[in-house]
């Protein structure tokens, strides 16, 4: 009787070696453009040096009329050779050959030659750096961010290559918190915080990262400040606003809040005469928590209806309408509202065209939700610096861009002094 046994389909392969997806796939086109990038980088850099030198390769310069023994007119110094070089861009990594030279000096010594083009122990381009750092902000680690970039640079992208990047970016973080704001012409500030997830003492935790958007005076919005200080407190705002002070912000026009009593007590003791906008959508989500569900839709048309009226005149009417109605319908809806006082109107002291821009947090609060979405994958970052960090990278790579607010061509044109309803 037969016996019928299954075994293991193995794989055909050539030296008895098994193939790996795609590294039998040969493409003419990425082989060509990488020898042309090769001899595109030889060429800058002999370029470069021949500038210095002052006289292309293998040519001599004319002899001059003086002493025997004197050097040519021009020459300043002599070629000695290549070195071989790897270097790694968005390219993939290539082995280029750059040449040797001795300068001479005022004092009749010679000197190593320098290229600025690829300086010495750089292995990497700024590009290859940024495609790193913008990888693992994607919101990924770095091993994964080794795997994603390992066909593209040919398996050169190590673990530790991406801690190296990262370092990088560590170290131009702690630049940006340090530059001056004496030459930045910020006339509108937008102050928020926001809550994300870290590990602190092994266990996941919530912390409050303080951020600060300027709005300059072309209306390009830029991030001045993003800080994790323990939580919403007044003295933590007082710590960011005096750090923004001491490196010369020039005190703002126009402010934009969240409401938040810490943040609104630091302002009072800092620019307590600046006309503050308290955000409406901030009060919105309030005046619901204070309502029923049943009666949330009806709030919220009538809200609205009150908040996008065309005309200062009209906002005011709408808003005696609102608290007339809801004083009878639901008082604490009503208390809510006049709880925000005149600070949720101050919007319609500026030119109409920048209502839609100044009346909420909104440009903070669309940075939260892009930072938060980019960093969903890592579910608990690993340091409450990190996180800080992160949200400044994201911007800083490019990863997040920020537009200009609405209405900024009317920017130089001042509030105007409170409406006053009596007349």
């Given at each position: 009787m037969e016996s019928t046994t299954t075994k293991p389909a193995v794989p055909h392969s050539g030296d008895g070696a098994s193939t790996q997806l795609f590294?039998?796939?040969?493409?003419?086109?990425?082989?060509?453009?990488?020898?042309?990038?090769?001899?595109?980088?030889?060429?800058?850099?002999?370029?470069?040096?021949?500038?210095?030198?002052?006289?292309?390769?293998?040519?001599?310069?004319?002899?001059?009329?003086?002493?025997?023994?004197?050097?040519?007119?021009?020459?300043?110094?002599?070629?000695?050779?290549?070195?071989?070089?790897?270097?790694?861009?968005?390219?993939?990594?290539?082995?280029?050959?750059?040449?040797?030279?001795?300068?001479?000096?005022?004092?009749?010594?010679?000197?190593?030659?320098?290229?600025?083009v690829l300086p010495a122990y750089q292995r990497r381009t700024k590009a290859a750096d940024a495609l790193i750092a913008g990888a693992y902000l994607s919101g990924t680690n770095t091993r994964r961010v080794r795997r994603a970039l390992a066909t593209l640079f040919r398996g050169s992208v190590s673990k530790d290559t991406v801690s190296r990047v990262w370092r990088k970016v560590e170290s131009d973080w702690k630049a940006w918190n340090t530059r001056s704001l004496a030459d930045e012409p910020i006339v509108r500030l937008i102050l928020d915080g926001t809550v994300v997830r870290v590990r602190l003492d092994r266990k996941a935790t919530l912390i409050s990262l303080l951020v600060v958007?300027?709005?300059?005076?072309?209306?390009?919005?830029?991030?001045?400040?993003?800080?994790?200080?323990?939580?919403?407190t007044k003295e933590?705002?007082?710590?960011?606003?005096?750090?923004?002070?001491?490196?010369?912000?020039?005190?703002?026009?126009?402010?934009?809040?969240?409401?938040?009593?810490?943040?609104?007590?630091a302002l009072a003791t800092i620019w307590n005469d600046v006309p503050t906008q308290r955000c409406t959508v901030h009060k919105h989500r309030n005046l619901l928590a204070h309502a029923p569900e049943r009666l949330r839709d009806e709030i919220t048309a009538d809200y609205n209806d009150m908040i996008y009226a065309?005309?200062?005149?009209?906002?005011?009417?709408?808003?005696?309408?609102?608290?007339?109605?809801?004083?009878?319908?639901?008082?604490?809806?009503?208390?809510?509202?006049?709880?925000?006082?005149?600070?949720?109107?101050?919007?319609?002291?500026?030119?109409?065209?920048?209502?839609?821009?100044?009346?909420?947090?909104?440009?903070?609060?669309?940075?939260?939700?892009?930072?938060?979405?980019?960093?969903?994958?890592?579910?608990v970052l690993p340091s409450s610096d990190t996180a800080a960090m992160l949200f400044w990278a994201l911007l800083a790579s490019g990863q997040i861009i920020m537009r200009k607010v609405d209405g900024w061509q009317t920017l130089p044109t001042k509030p105007d002094q409170p409406l006053d309803v009596a007349a």
């Open positions: 590294e039998d796939w040969f493409d003419p086109i990425e082989s060509a453009v990488r020898n042309q990038v090769r001899q595109f980088i030889e060429g800058v850099i002999e370029a470069e040096l021949e500038e210095a030198l002052s006289r292309p390769r293998y040519c001599r310069a004319a002899k001059t009329a003086g002493e025997p023994g004197e050097r040519p007119a021009g020459l300043r110094g002599h070629r000695h050779g290549h070195r071989s070089r790897s270097l790694m861009g968005t390219f993939g990594p290539v082995e280029i050959r750059v040449p040797r030279a001795r300068l001479d000096t005022p004092d009749g010594k010679t000197t190593e030659w320098k290229s600025r958007l300027g709005v300059r005076d072309d209306g390009q919005k830029v991030l001045l400040a993003v800080k994790n200080l323990g939580g919403e933590s705002w007082r710590t960011v606003l005096d750090d923004l002070i001491k490196r010369g912000l020039r005190k703002p026009e126009f402010l934009i809040v969240d409401g938040g009593s810490g943040l609104d007590a065309g005309t200062p005149q009209e906002v005011e009417k709408r808003r005696t309408a609102f608290l007339r109605k809801w004083r009878v319908r639901h008082s604490p809806v009503a208390d809510s509202l006049e709880e925000a006082g005149d600070r949720l109107f101050t919007f319609t002291r500026l030119p109409p065209g920048q209502w839609k821009s100044a009346r909420t947090t909104n440009a903070i609060e669309r940075l939260h939700e892009e930072f938060k979405r980019r960093i969903k994958t890592q579910t």
